[in-house]
C-alpha cells in the first residue's frame, strides 16, 4: 500500500479528542518499558501496547485485539514505526486507522488553550493544557496586556495566541526554578520586548538578568490594574511564590495541585523543606479565601481534567478532600513527602541546569531531556509504580577511554540525536538515536560487545535494556557520558548504522 494512502493525525486533534473525552484506541509500539514510563491516556482512551519489533513480519496475530468499530490510533517515538504497522493494518482489512505525526515527540508539545474566565475589569485568564506531559501554563490577558506564567519551551504558542487576541506579552513569571521541563520564560520575554519574573530565592546561581518576583511586590497587567500579587510559598522550592490574580485565583505553582501536593526532593533538600512545605499548605493556603480558585502548574492524572480539559478547583473543596492537605501529624506528613515518592523526572537535573543558564542544549537535546511525565507531585500517575533498575552493565567514561587507548576495536553506539551527535562524539562512535534503535536492531549483530554512550547515561541506560529485551546479552552503559567526556572528540556529520 502506498504510504499516502495512510492518514496522520496531528497532536492537536489528538489533545482535543482527549479534552472533550472522546473515545479512540490507541495501538503503541514502543518497547513495553517506554509505554510503562509514559503513554498517552484519557478517561476514553483504550490502549494496547506491541512493540514493533513483533510485527516487523506482519500483524495477524493482534488483528483480533483492534476494534472494526472504533478510531484507531497508531503511536511511536517519532511517526516512522507508526506508519509501517498502520500500513499493515489497513492491508489486512482494517478501516478508520491512522497514525499520530511526529509520534510521542509531538505529543509531548501539544498544548491546547482553554479559556478558565472572566475577570472583574473586563480581563480574561487561558490556561495552556500541555496534556501530554502534564505541564500548565498561564496567560492573563487585561486592556491589550499579558502576563505569561510558567511558561514551557514551545513560546510560538503563546505568541500567536497574543497576536490572535491583539494583546502584547509584557510580563513572563515563573513561580518557580522548574526541574520537570524547560522554562520558555526567558525566551519569550526576550521575543516580546517584555519582564521576565523569577522568585529571587531559586535565582541564586542563575546565570542572567531578572525582575524578582517577592512577596509586597504588585505586577500591573493592562490600564484596568489587574494586579498580579505575589505570596512567598516555599517548599516545592526554597523560592516557590504562588500567584494570586484578582482576589479570585490562585495559581500555586508546583505546592498544591487538585489531588496532590508538591514534592520537596528535587534540589535534594526534601529533609530541610519539608518543614516550609507543611507551613505553606497548612498555614499560609489556610488563611486565604475558601472561595479562590486554584490554578496549578502541572497535573498528575487525567482524572484531574475538568469540563473542556480545564485543571481547577476551588481552595475549600481541596482542604476537604485533598489527600496531601488531610494529615494532622507532622510526623506522618513527613514521611509522606520524603518516603516511596515517584521516580525523579527525566533529566531533572539537567533540566534545572538549563533554567539556571548554566548549559545550553540543542532543541534536539532539550526535547529528549523533557520525555516522560512530570512527576512533581507527590502523588501522580507513577506513584504506584517501581523505578526502573539501572542496566546491571556499565563502564566508566576512563575505562571505556583507556579500552580506546589500548587499541582495542569496539562498537560504540551514541544514541543521543543526530544534531548531539554532529556536535562531538567518540572517535569511531556509530550514530543510532535512542528513538531509532528498535528500527534498526537488524543492523546490529547480537554476539558483539556494545558501549551504549549518551549525554548523561540516562538515555543509554535505556538503549541497554531495549537491546536486553531483544536478545544482545554483551552490552555496556557509559557513565556519565559526554557530558563529562574529557577525551577526544570527533565532530563530522552523523553516520546511521555501523
Known amino acids: 500500500m502506498n504510504q499516502t494512502q495512510v492518514r496522520g493525525m496531528q497532536a492537536a486533534q489528538l489533545a482535543q479528542k482527549v479534552l472533550n473525552q472522546q473515545p479512540i484506541f490507541i495501538l503503541d509500539v514502543r518497547n513495553e518499558s517506554d509505554f510503562a514510563d509514559w503513554h498517552i491516556e484519557g478517561s476514553q482512551i483504550k490502549s494496547l501496547n506491541v512493540p514493533y519489533f513483533d510485527l516487523i513480519d506482519g500483524v495477524e496475530a493482534i488483528l483480533d485485539k483492534i476494534p472494526n468499530d472504533q478510531e484507531v490510533l497508531v503511536v511511536c517515538a517519532k511517526e516512522g514505526s507508526s506508519i509501517f504497522v498502520a500500513e499493515q493494518l489497513l492491508e489486512a482489512g482494517k478501516s478508520n ?160 495541585f487538585v489531588q496532590s501536593i508538591g514534592r520537596p526532593d528535587l534540589a535534594g533538600k526534601a529533609a530541610d523543606w519539608v518543614s516550609d512545605l507543611r507551613s505553606t499548605l497548612y498555614e499560609r493556603y489556610q488563611a486565604l479565601s475558601e472561595e479562590l480558585i486554584v490554578l496549578p502548574a502541572h497535573f498528575g492524572k487525567m482524572t484531574e481534567l475538568g469540563e473542556g480539559g480545564r485543571v481547577a478547583a476551588r481552595l475549600g473543596d481541596l482542604f476537604q478532600q485533598n489527600p496531601g492537605l488531610q494529615i494532622e501529624d507532622e510526623w506522618a506528613f513527613r514521611r509522606l513527602v520524603t518516603e516511596n515518592l515517584p521516580p525523579q523526572p527525566n533529566a531533572y537535573e539537567e533540566i534545572r541546569q538549563t ?133 577526544d572528540i570527533e565532530k563530522t556529520n552523523w553516520r546511521l548504522f555501523l
Request: glycine share 10%.
Open 97 to 256: 486507522v491512522s497514525y499520530l505525526i511526529g509520534g510521542m515527540k509531538s505529543w509531548s508539545e501539544q498544548l491546547s488553550p482553554v479559556k478558565i474566565g472572566d475577570l472583574n475589569d473586563g480581563g480574561e485568564i487561558y490556561q495552556f493544557v500541555r496534556v501530554g506531559k502534564g505541564c500548565l501554563s498561564y496567560m492573563v490577558i487585561s486592556q491589550g496586556e499579558a502576563a505569561v506564567i510558567d511558561a514551557v519551551r514551545m513560546t510560538e504558542v503563546f505568541e500567536q495566541f497574543a497576536e490572535a487576541k491583539n494583546v502584547v506579552i509584557t510580563h513572563t513569571i515563573d513561580t518557580h526554578l522548574h526541574a520537570d521541563h524547560i522554562s520558555g520564560g526567558r525566551q519569550l520575554a526576550a521575543a516580546t520586548n517584555g519582564s521576565y519574573w523569577l522568585p529571587a530565592k531559586d535565582a541564586t546561581e542563575v546565570q542572567f538578568p531578572y525582575e524578582k518576583l517577592e512577596e509586597g511586590r504588585n505586577l500591573i497587567v493592562g490600564s484596568t490594574e489587574i494586579s498580579i500579587q505575589p505570596i512567598y510559598s516555599p517548599g516545592h522550592t526554597i523560592g516557590s511564590t504562588s500567584l494570586l490574580i484578582d482576589e479570585k485565583y490562585l495559581l500555586s505553582g508546583d505546592i498544591l
Open 355 to 487: 533554567n539556571m543558564g548554566k548549559i545550553h542544549p540543542t532543541h534536539g537535546e532539550q526535547r529528549e531531556m523533557e520525555i516522560g511525565p512530570n512527576r512533581c507531585a507527590v502523588h501522580d500517575g507513577a506513584s504506584n509504580k517501581k523505578p526502573a533498575q539501572r542496566f546491571s552493565h556499565t563502564i566508566t567514561n576512563t575505562e571505556l577511554r583507556a579500552k580506546l587507548a589500548a587499541g582495542e576495536s569496539l562498537h560504540i553506539l551514541d544514541v543521543r540525536e543526530p544534531d548531539e551527535f554532529a556536535n562531538g562524539h567518540i572517535p569511531g562512535a556509530t550514530s543510532i538515536p535512542l528513538g531509532e534503535l528498535v528500527n534498526n536492531l537488524s543492523q546490529l549483530q547480537p554476539d558483539h560487545t556494545y558501549y551504549l554512550v549518551c549525554r548523561t547515561g540516562s538515555r543509554s541506560d535505556m538503549a541497554c535494556h531495549t537491546l536486553a529485551e531483544h536478545g544482545f546479552a554483551n552490552i555496556h552503559n557509559v557513565t556519565p557520558g559526554m557530558s563529562q567526556w574529557t577525551f
